[in-house]
Nanobody, 121 residues
Framework: QVQLVESGGGLVQAGGSLRLSCAAS????????MGWFRQASGNQRELVAT???????NVKDSVKGRFTISRDNAKNTVSLQMNNLKPEDTAVYYC???????????????WGQGTQVTVSS
C-alpha cells in the first residue's frame, strides 16, 4: 500500500513562513505528479501547487511569488515553502501524489491525511 505522510503545519502570524513536507512510501513503482491542495472551512478543496517529475509547476495565482513547490524524485518527497503567509491561507493542506504501484497497473491518486495551517492576523 502507499502512504503519503505530511509534516510542517502549524500556527503562524501573518507575514510569517512555514514549510510543508510530504513523503510517499510503500509499494511504489513510479511517482508522477505530486502537489499540494488545501481546504478551508466551508470551502471545496482547491489546488495550491503541483510539480511534475521534470520540475514543471502549476501554481495557484493567489500564492504565486509567496509559495514555492519542490520535490526530490529519488526520495519521493515534495515540499511547499510558504512565505508571507496571509490569514486567507488558513486551511488544511493535503499532499497529493499520482502514483503507479506496479508497472502493470494504471496510475492512481493518493492523498495525505492533511495538516492544519493557521495564519493569525
Amino acid at each position: 500500500q502507499v502512504q503519503l505522510v505530511e509534516s510542517g503545519g502549524g500556527l503562524v502570524q501573518a507575514g510569517g513562513s512555514l514549510r510543508l513536507s510530504c513523503a510517499a512510501s510503500g509499494r511504489i513503482f513510479r511517482v508522477n505528479t505530486m502537489g499540494w491542495f488545501r481546504q478551508a472551512s466551508g470551502n471545496q478543496r482547491e489546488l495550491v501547487a503541483t510539480i511534475s517529475t521534470s520540475g514543471s509547476t502549476n501554481v495557484k495565482d493567489s500564492v504565486k511569488g509567496r509559495f514555492t513547490i519542490s520535490r526530490d524524485n529519488a526520495k519521493n518527497t515534495v515540499s511547499l515553502q510558504m512565505n508571507n503567509l496571509k490569514p486567507e491561507d488558513t486551511a488544511v493542506y493535503y499532499c497529493y501524489g499520482s502514483i503507479q504501484t506496479l508497472f502493470t497497473l494504471p496510475v492512481s491518486d493518493y492523498w495525505g491525511q492533511g495538516t492544519q495551517v493557521t495564519v493569525s492576523s
